[in-house]
């Protein structure tokens, strides 16, 4: 037989009935852009995690207070003192109203010191960072500086920054910009104590804590090298703990808890587990569906077409003829469907960083688009084994006088 | 030659539990040439007789020969190969594929022989054309009428060049009118030298061939040769 008259055959036959071959490869359909909104999600927190590895750097320590105040000056000199830690700087977050010019925004403040820059690996496009002199002076975030505002705000601007105390009552600065960080490789972790450098706005602790009227801070430390950091941690912890009178034995809960930035990331990929398990499932289920989908309308229509297959066999095509002829036909919708849930995977993908949702943004490899069509294929002809079979051994007589 | 010969051809229906004989004891030969018509009430097994003529029915019992070879013990592909190059089939409800044009019906069973595209195009173009039907080569089968349909049909059965056309009631969906040209088109035929057998009912059809077969309960009652 002509090796190219099947498709054209199950070309023809698609085409002539477009809304019932679009319903049967919904199933499939479905599974591959589950499939592929998967993997892509999965590649995009595998290039985030990367980034965040090289850009913030694995051997930060963060030291985060379980009660207010617990960690204060005298815990930030213990672990600058202790052995191994190169730079630590505290770091405490606010929400805050940022007036510039005549516009108002809610910005995230953060009180930290001259260490921060080393610490947060930041770069500065323009400007300085803080230094221990500086009082009111801001360093600001690259989306902060150039797009939060209708203008641009440039070093030695004045900005006013309004912070509510815990007892209702606000206080206003005015401060003069310092400094406006580069565009930053780092990246949101979606914590309370990280946001991204980009949208941040740094001016100095003991500022910040006399506006809000509040003492202690979270503690940011680097380590060395990323291999030093399980030792440098275990050393923070033994210093802490004696200072702040925790007992290891008594099972006491200390104050604080250390995270590394490692298990930080590791925290993320879990939580974005359930969303892969949920999709993966829902592929699955969807395969399953899509499989029984086309082998229920490949019966139909080899039913429909009961006396085509009489004729077929009349004009002389044997039964690996018809075999083919309908295997094809079933391996094309399921292509089809393969196609479209490609499109609407990587549609899905595209979608993610516009509506918002707090995952890094997707990528598709390109090689899971083709195990995506391929398995689509395959569950395609798999499903049109049975059809096709039951089409191929039909008696030529019979399937011709067919009603 | 003899085209085609039959010996003592049994059939046997199997409706539940019991056999209900169709063909019973049924032997016949057609030459090369000839244009023959059997002829029955339903149910006389006519349609049954050119089927199994045509290799597309195995008999009970009995022996067919298709061009002095016997064909009744050969396997299903070797049929299939066989009906492909050697039967033309007209049947009475066309079978056209709905969804394929004039020329792409037409080019049907040449697709499952060793035939290359250019030459199964021109092979379709040109048998269309000897049937009348030049200028409707992309129609579909719901866009011509009747006549024309069974006329696709006929060229689709030449297209292989088979040594005998079998007709099954190849007028019996048309108007008197179609039907007139059908038969036209088949007394052409034989002239250029085809073999062909109508299975019909109808007296006025069978007159018009060479021979009559008559059949009755699955047996032969009569043959007539008619002078023309």
Known sequence: MDPIEPFITAFESIRSSKARSFLTTLGILIAVAAVIANVSIGTGFQVYWEEAVTGMGSNLIMIIPQEAGALNDRELDAVRATPGVVEASPLQNDNARVRFMSETKRLMVSGVTKEYQQVGNLELEEGDFLSDQDTFAAVLGYDVAHDKFSRNISVRSPIEITVKRSNGEECTETFIVKGIIKHSRALPLGMQYSFHPDELIFIPESTLSEMLDEKGYAIFASAESMDKVEGVTEEIEDRLDRLLGVMKISRMEPPYTIMKQKEILEMIQKSTGFLSSMLLAIALVSLVVGSIGIMNIMLVTVTERTREIGLMKAVGATKFDVLITFLVESGMLGLVGGAFGVALGVGFCKIIPIINLPLPPPVTPIEWVFIGLGVALAVGIVSGIYPAYKAARMRPLEALRYE | ?228
Do not use: W
């Open chain 2, 1 to 228: 030659m003899k085209t085609v010969e039959v010996r003592t051809i049994e059939k046997m229906y199997k409706l539940g539990k019991i056999g209900v004989p169709v063909l019973r004891g049924v032997s016949l030969s057609i030459e090369q040439g000839e244009f023959v018509s059997i002829m029955g009430p339903s149910g006389s097994g006519k349609s049954t007789l050119m089927y199994i003529i045509g290799c597309l029915d195995r008999p009970t019992r009995g022996e067919i020969y298709i061009k002095e070879k016997k064909v009744s013990d050969l396997s299903d592909r070797a049929l299939a190969h066989l009906r492909g190059r050697e039967i033309g089939f007209v049947f009475q409800t066309f079978n056209l594929i709905p969804r394929s044009s004039a020329q792409k019906n037409v080019e049907l069973p040449m697709t499952y022989q060793n035939i290359s595209r250019r030459a199964r195009k021109r092979k379709a173009e040109a048998l269309l054309e000897k049937v009348g039907l030049g200028d409707r080569l992309r129609h579909r089968p719901n866009e011509l009428s009747g006549g024309e349909c069974q006329r696709v049909a006929i060229a689709r059965a030449l297209v292989n060049d088979p040594i005998i056309l079998l007709a099954d009631e190849p007028t019996g969906n048309l108007d008197s009118k179609a039907g007139e040209e059908i038969m036209e088109l088949f007394e052409e035929l034989n002239e250029d030298g085809k073999t062909i057998v109508v299975v019909t009912h109808d007296q006025d059809i069978a007159r018009r061939t060479q021979k009559i077969i008559r059949l009755k309960d699955g047996k032969i009652t009569g043959g007539d040769i008619i002078g023309n």
